[in-house]
């Protein structure tokens, strides 16, 4: 059972690098989520998804870009790194609303 | 600032003490979720709230959720070590379609 499979699950970057992270989701859910993680923050939603094609921004978009052109996968893409973007990421999908959120197992990121 | 503040964020009790967390906003949520977290993995679905005065009990753990749906409690009774994790509150704003956003978490230890 692959569930939610995020890749990288690490990641050096310098400054000014971009990267992607990918989410692949094999349960034919409608919706997928990007949130960061950092101390004392709890979870905080970057980005999300309510079907293929579409995308929405949540609490923290800026400095973040997303992708949904396949039902199964969600995009997160920096365009240029910052320190602040230094953080653990987490996909998440459900089929329906208020559906259990299904979680990645997070991909910690560090800017220099 | 945060939109669902959770109190309190840290709480260390002893084993076979009762707590009580809290989620609480200005916004109306159509649903609340309770989710735990354990260190290195992805938050674990609770339970779900729907309607304003909604309880439910899964063992030892009693979720409320507010008249108004704007606020919810998780109540651990005779709390246990392998309670220890982080707790988190999650709501799904009305009339935003998918859009999930969490509490800061509260950060539970009971030592035994």
């Known amino acids: 059972n692959a569930g939610v499979t995020q890749t990288p699950k690490f990641r050096v970057l310098k400054t000014g690098q971009s990267m992607t992270l990918l989410c692949a989701q094999d349960m034919n859910h409608e919706y997928m989520y990007w949130y960061r993680q950092d101390p004392g923050m709890g979870l905080r939603l970057i980005h999300y998804s309510v079907g293929e094609g579409t995308t929405a921004k949540g609490e923290v978009p800026d400095g973040y870009n997303v992708s949904r052109l396949k039902k199964q996968n969600f995009l997160l893409g920096l365009e240029s790194a910052a320190p602040s973007q230094t953080s653990v990421y987490f996909c998440?999908?459900?089929?329906?609303?208020?559906?259990?959120?299904?979680f990645g197992e997070g991909s910690r990121l560090t800017v220099l | 600032t945060q939109l669902l503040e959770q109190s309190p964020q840290f709480l260390s009790i002893q084993e076979g003490e009762n707590l009580t967390v809290y989620c609480n906003s200005s916004?109306?949520?159509?649903?609340l979720q309770w989710y735990r977290q354990e260190p290195g993995e992805g938050p674990v679905l609770l339970v779900t709230?729907?309607?304003?005065?909604e309880v439910k009990k899964l063992k030892r753990l009693t979720f409320q959720f507010g008249d108004a749906r704007k606020d919810s409690s998780l109540h651990i009774t005779a709390a246990q070590p392998g309670d220890t994790g982080l707790y988190l509150c999650a709501g799904n704003l009305y009339n935003q379609g998918g859009k999930l956003i969490f509490g800061q978490g509260t950060e539970l230890s009971v030592k035994p």
């Open positions: 916004s109306v949520f159509s649903s």
């Open positions: 998440a999908s459900r089929y329906t609303v208020p559906g259990e959120l299904f």
């Open positions: 709230v729907v309607t304003g005065g």
